[in-house]
C-alpha cells in the first residue's frame, strides 16, 4: 500500500491518496505464513504486478502522524486489508515515521507479521531520487539510507 498528502495552498485544502499494490496469478494461499516480503516476491515472479486507487480523501486537520495514521487505518478498515498487508510505502517526511509507528502497532493487533514500523515502512526511491534532482540531497539521502 502507498500513501500520501498533497497540499493546495490556493484552495486551502489537502488530500490522501492511498493506492494498493498486489501480486495476482500467485498461488499466495501457499505463501501466506511468509513474512519477509522479498521470499515472497520470489516465490510469486510468475505473477502480475497490479495497482489500484483505494482512496483519494480531503484531508483536513494537521499534518501530523497520528492524524495521518487515523485516516490510513480507516482505510484499512474500509476496505478490510487488516492481516493482508506486507508493508507500506510513504515519503520520509518526519510525520510519516510517527504514522508508521501507529499503522504497525494496529497491523499488529489481527497479524503477528509486522511487529514494527521499520519493517512495515519501505521509503518511497522516487522521493529521494527527487531530492537528490532538486540538488538538496545526497547528504539527506545518505541519512536516509543509514537509518
Known amino acids: ?7 493546495d495552498s ?3 485544502k489537502s488530500f490522501l491518496g492511498v493506492t494498493g499494490h498486489f501480486v495476482s496469478d500467485c498461488e499466495y494461499s501457499k505463501y501466506q505464513n511468509v513474512t ?5 516476491i520470489y516465490y510469486c515472479l510468475g505473477g502480475v504486478m497490479n495497482t489500484v486507487a483505494l482512496d483519494f480523501v480531503n484531508f483536513e486537520g494537521s499534518h501530523s502522524g497520528e492524524n495521518i495514521a487515523k485516516y490510513v487505518k480507516d482505510i484499512i478498515k474500509k476496505y ?4 493482508k498487508i506486507i508493508g507500506l510505502v510513504a515519503d520520509n517526511a518526519k510525520a ?3 504514522a508508521m509507528k501507529e499503522i504497525a502497532q494496529a497491523l499488529k493487533l489481527d497479524s503477528k507479521t509486522y511487529p514494527t514500523s521499520e519493517e ?7 522521493h529521494i531520487l527527487n531530492i537528490c534532482c532538486q540538488g538538496k540531497g545526497l547528504l539527506v539521502v545518505a541519512c536516509d539510507i543509514l537509518k
Open 1 to 7: 500500500m502507498t500513501f500520501d498528502i498533497w497540499s
Open 10 to 12: 490556493g484552495a486551502g
Open 36 to 40: 519477509n516480503f522479498f521470499v515472497l
Open 80 to 83: 478490510g486489508l487488516y492481516g
Open 96 to 98: 510519516n515515521d510517527v
Open 120 to 126: 512495515v515502512h519501505f521509503r518511497c526511491f522516487a
